[in-house]
Structure formats: structure tokens, C-alpha cells
């Protein structure tokens, strides 16, 4: 492994953005935090790159936020108010810009995702997990209410199931995971690279101008009352109807032949 915080490797039109802290379970501390945030600001506007799939180097995937660097912070000034309020901020923006990015980011979880970690999964569009990966946001357990990680788990699971999780700290393992919807699947763990990368190509496969208005289209119309869905949603089909690759799309179709997209 390379000493860089984060490793991103594309081929096949798929970005593998590594996590590589491995000796410290891959914590969210300031620099991987600011490390994350800039390599998927430099693939948002790569234009060979269709989908990213983000896992962790090492045993697991991502313990959340390193603990010993937020005591560090805690001692430093005004009993570290400061030092949390933008320490959170910034792995709130982080968060936000997964959704927010034009290429679909799947995450690839082994071991374990706890606190933020969990949230990172959570905030991910798709997740595949190995059968022996386990999630939990269990700050509880040491006294902090995982507060910020409870905005994704909650826009994923049912109220309850995320409520309980947040409220005993305890894991879930990755079969009941994908029954509550925080995973998509789950397979062995000697298959989950492989499982990953079939997905991410399944769907870099696809027309990437339509993925990117429809990734779109999908967060904006979640909690838009139906009337305002269906306009929205409506006028972004409008916009992928008029490019020149779904009308070639729509032909090859008819035409029963294979369709000839530059996007």
C-alpha cells in the first residue's frame, strides 16, 4: 500500500477510491476527511469516469472518526467547541457530496462500518457488503449520541430499526443490514470485490448522461409532495429525451441493434 491517505485507481470507466489507513481502521480523521473530500471533487468532473466504488483498505472498512485526534482537539481551545462545530460541518459536506455527485458511488464493506463509518455507507447511493461485515452507530456506548451519522442511517432504514441501533450501540450484521435497506447485497467475503466491481459495471455501462440526470432527478424528488415530484421529474425526462444518445438509444431499440453513444 502507498503511504497516501486515499488511493484512487480508474479502469473500465470505474473509480476504486481506497480508504488507506489500515493501522487506524481507516478513521475519519482531519486529513482523510479532507482526502476524501478532494479526490471526489477532482472524479466529479472527470468525464471517463461513470461510477465510484469506495471501500477500505486493511480489516475493515471504516471505524468513523478518530477519537484520539478529536480529544486532541478537545484540549486545544474553549474546550474544543470550535475545533467539533467545523470538525462536523466538514464531514457533513463530505456526506452531502456523495449524493450530490453526477456518478453513482457504491460502497464495498468488509469488517465492520461503525459511527461515522456507517454513516458513510448510509450516505453512499448503493453498498455491497462481505456476509461476515457489520454495522453499527455506537457512539452511545462511549457517550456521544451518534447524532450527525443518524441523518443518513434514518433517510435508509425504517424509524424504529434505526432507533434502536442508535440508542443501544449495538451492531446488525449484513444479512439484516440488506433487509432494512442500508445494503443492497451481500455475498462471501472471497466475493466481494468481484460482486462490486460486476455492479459498478453494470451501471457504467449505461447511457452516463442519462445516470447523471437521473441521480439527479432521484434526490430532488425524495419528500416533494407528488404533484411537485411529478413536475420536476417530468421536465428532467424532458432534458434526457432530447439528448442526441437516448434518441440513438431509443433507435438502436427499434432497430434491434446495439446503439451507438459518444456519451
Known sequence: MSDDLVLCDVAERVATVTMNRPGALNALSDAMLAALEGTLARLEGDPAVRVIVLRGAGKVFCAGHDLKEMQAGRAA????????????????????????????????????????????????????????????????????????????????????QAFEMLT???????ERAREVGLVNRVVPPAELEAATLELARTVAGKLGAAVRIGKRAFYDQI?????????????????????????????????????????
Not at 443501544?168 to 449484513?174: D, N, Q, W
Not at 428532467?236 to 432497430?255: C, H
Request: glycine letters at 10%; a neutral charge; aromatic letters at 6%.
Open 168 to 174: 443501544t450501540g449495538g451492531f446488525i450484521p449484513a
Open 223 to 263: 419528500g416533494l409532495p407528488l404533484d411537485q415530484a411529478y413536475a420536476m421529474t417530468g421536465a428532467a425526462m424532458v432534458d434526457n429525451m432530447l439528448l442526441r444518445d437516448t434518441d440513438e438509444g431509443i433507435s438502436a431499440f427499434i432497430d434491434k441493434r446495439k446503439p451507438d453513444w459518444a456519451l
Open 77 to 160: 481551545a474553549d474546550k474544543g467547541a470550535a475545533y467539533f462545530a467545523d470538525l462536523f460541518a466538514r464531514c457533513g459536506s463530505l456526506m452531502q457530496r456523495i449524493p450530490r455527485m453526477p456518478q453513482p458511488v457504491i460502497a464495498q464493506v468488509h469488517g465492520i462500518a461503525t459511527a461515522a463509518g456507517c454513516q458513510l455507507v448510509a450516505s453512499c447511493d448503493m453498498a455491497v457488503a462481505a456476509a461476515d461485515a457489520r454495522f453499527g452507530v455506537n457512539g452511545v456506548n462511549i457517550g456521544l449520541f451518534c447524532s450527525t451519522p443518524m441523518v443518513a442511517l434514518t433517510r435508509n432504514l425504517p424509524r424504529k
